[in-house]
Every structure is written in C-alpha cells, then in structure tokens.
C-alpha cells in the first residue's frame, strides 16, 4: 500500500474525490467542482471529510480521522476512525483485493 497526501492530487483526481463523497454523504451537489481553482477545491475537500466526520462525533472538540482509499487512480471509498492505527488496519483489510492499493489519511478534523 502507498499513502498518498490527497491534497497534492491532480485537479481532475480531487474532482471525482469530491464528487462520490456528495454523493456518499448524500448531499445534492449543484457546484462544478472542475471549474474550481486549486486552493478552493482543498477548501471544498477538507469541509466534506468534516461533514462525513460530524456524523459519528458526539463532542465538538473530538478529533478524528478519515482514510481515503484508491485503487491506481480510483477512489473507491472512505473509512473513518479515531484511531489513526485501527483506521490504518481497517484499510489494509478493506484493499486487500486491490491490485494498486493507495489510500490517504486526514487527520483531526
């Protein structure tokens, strides 16, 4: 497995990052996220992981973690934990079918 940071990802790759995770989250996405700059897309990115995030904390101030897994250029999906090790365990397990496994980690959010 290769860790990945997802925020020095081509445009074009964070676009569809961001695109399952609306959908994941079930959220209706009415933005063209590929018309966005860089700096912005980040910004985009980082307030989705914390709106995947909000839904297990209890507590404002808890901090979590959320692994992103790829499979060669594809994101497949995501796993959160508050445990930065049990988190990278669970993704060991979830990519083990992956031929290319990649993931990323974003912590304390």
Partial sequence: MIEKDVYKFKTKIKVGIM?????????????DFS????????AYLEGSFIC????????SYEKWCIGLMYEDKEFRGYIINKDKDKLKEQLVCAMIDYRYPKYSIIENL
């Fill in 35 to 42: 018309l966005l700059d860089d700096e912005t897309l980040d």
């Fill in 19 to 31: 695109y399952a995770i609306y959908v994941m989250n079930g959220k209706i996405n009415d933005i």
């Fill in 52 to 59: 995947a995030v909000d839904k297990l904390r209890k507590e």
